[in-house]
């Protein structure tokens, strides 16, 4: 069985974004020593910096909004690992149910395993000649991924 790794942040207005809960999975996947690393912090830490500057509004959008533009998805998204390179990632997020007036979201998270399609063009594995890079809209590179090399 494939482990996954959970996150649970904070949807409220006061802490927006906030980790509150991570399995032990979760914190190694991102290549971090313990949860006590991620907890308390906001989640904009595991996000690329391009993408993380967004990432409160696309919860405060949420709440004023209720659409679920991307909840109930499974997706590939990139994570920000703790020696600050970029990795790809399933992720499937959703509301947690409560009776209080507290929104929480969960995400499941795992690493792409090389057999993922992503991986293959034909029945070729091109896994370890990926790179991965992000820019901002100027096309200045915000992150990369570990097996980027200068050439």
Not at 13 to 35: E, P, Q, R
């Amino acid at each position: 069985m494939e482990e996954v790794g959970t996150i649970i942040i904070s949807g409220t207005l006061d802490d927006t974004g906030v980790i509150l809960d991570i399995n032990d999975h979760f914190y190694k996947l991102f290549k971090y020593k313990s949860k006590d690393d991620l907890l308390k912090n906001n989640v904009t830490k595991i996000i690329p910096s391009y993408i993380a500057q967004y990432h409160d509004s696309y919860i405060h959008n949420f709440l004023n909004t209720s659409e679920l533009q991307i909840l109930n998805t499974l997706r590939i998204v990139f994570g920000l690992n703790n020696n600050g390179f970029i990795f790809p990632l399933m992720m499937f997020i959703k509301i947690i149910p409560n009776l209080d007036e507290s929104v929480r979201f969960i995400a499941l998270m795992k690493d792409l395993d090389t057999e993922n399609n992503i991986y293959k063009i034909g029945d070729k594995n091109i896994a370890k000649f990926l790179s991965f890079i992000i820019c901002d809209k100027e096309g200045v590179i915000t992150n990369i991924s570990k097996n980027v090399r200068n050439t």
